[in-house]
């Protein structure tokens, strides 16, 4: 088995490791690959909801020049969480629950500055979905101040499945949208909630808005019309605190 500090490679240890539990982020497979241990991998891949990309073999040589077999796993420094085990710990301690779902964001330093600002704020966990999102490393960590060391993960299959679960148990859905004519600050946050936060340049997919109880908009009075979706998330994170606060 080849090991570094974020990746192991070849076809049997990359199969192992899937079945023994480790985080791995994405793999990276060569393209036009046939055999047994190949249909094994990509059986495995499947069924827990690894993204895979198939690349040329000189991108995964960019990596390491040892025998990979066409195959690299990049692996995740924290442990995911399941969805389905965040909300009854909540529950049980007689706190509303507040999750934060990200909607295509893939820039590494963001998502950790997002991480900071909920686990900051009171958040008890993120969801992201397993394709088209982030991919959590060393930097992200860092990003983060080392929040992301005990922090909540869930790694979905659907984001859209992840909130309506979400949803059907109770939690408020809130997204940001600087169309909205409902100024945050005007919203009811109060209760169970779950925030959604959208990429900068594509913001939040028009599937999820429609099954979000809430569609609100930051004021904002300079030139420039949007904000950093890090930025963002603190403005929301610390208003949903402001209103719970104010609560008797």
């Known amino acids: ?11 049997r240890p990359v199969i192992e490791a899937i079945r023994e539990g480790r985080q791995v982020e994405r793999l990276l497979i060569k393209q036009n690959m046939q055999g047994q241990l190949y249909h094994e991998l990509m059986k495995e891949a499947s069924s827990n909801n690894i993204p895979y990309q198939f690349v040329p073999v000189e991108r995964i ?19 995911y969480q399941r969805i389905e085990n965040i909300l009854p710990s909540v529950f049980e301690k007689g706190e509303d629950p507040l999750i934060i779902c990200l909607d295509g964001v893939s820039d590494v330093r963001n998502f950790g500055a997002v991480v900071r600002s909920a686990s900051c704020m009171g958040a008890h966990a993120i969801v992201i979905p397993a394709k088209g999102s982030v991919r959590i490393t060393a930097d992200a960590v860092k990003t983060s101040a080392g ?11 659907s984001i859209t499945g992840g909130i309506e679960f979400l949803k059907e148990s109770g939690l408020k859905v809130i997204s940001t949208d600087e169309k909205s004519s409902l100024p945050v600050f005007d919203a009811d946050l109060s209760g169970p909630v779950v925030l959604i936060m959208g990429s900068e340049d594509r913001g939040i997919s028009g ?17 420039i019309g ?5 930025v963002a998330a603190g403005i929301m ?5 402001r209103q719970r606060s104010a609560q008797p």
């Open 1 to 11: 088995m080849g090991k570094s500090t974020d990746f192991i490679f070849g076809l």
């Open 61 to 79: 040589n960019l990596h390491t020049r040892k025998n990979h077999q066409g195959v690299l796993a990049f692996i995740s420094p924290v442990e």
């Open 147 to 157: 929040a992301l060391n005990n922090f909540s993960v869930c790694r979905v299959k």
């Open 207 to 223: 599937e999820l808005l429609k099954i979000s109880d809430l569609v609100v908009k930051i004021p904002v009075t300079g030139h």
């Open 226 to 230: 949007s904000l950093n979706v890090s």
């Open 237 to 241: 994170l610390y208003e949903i605190n």
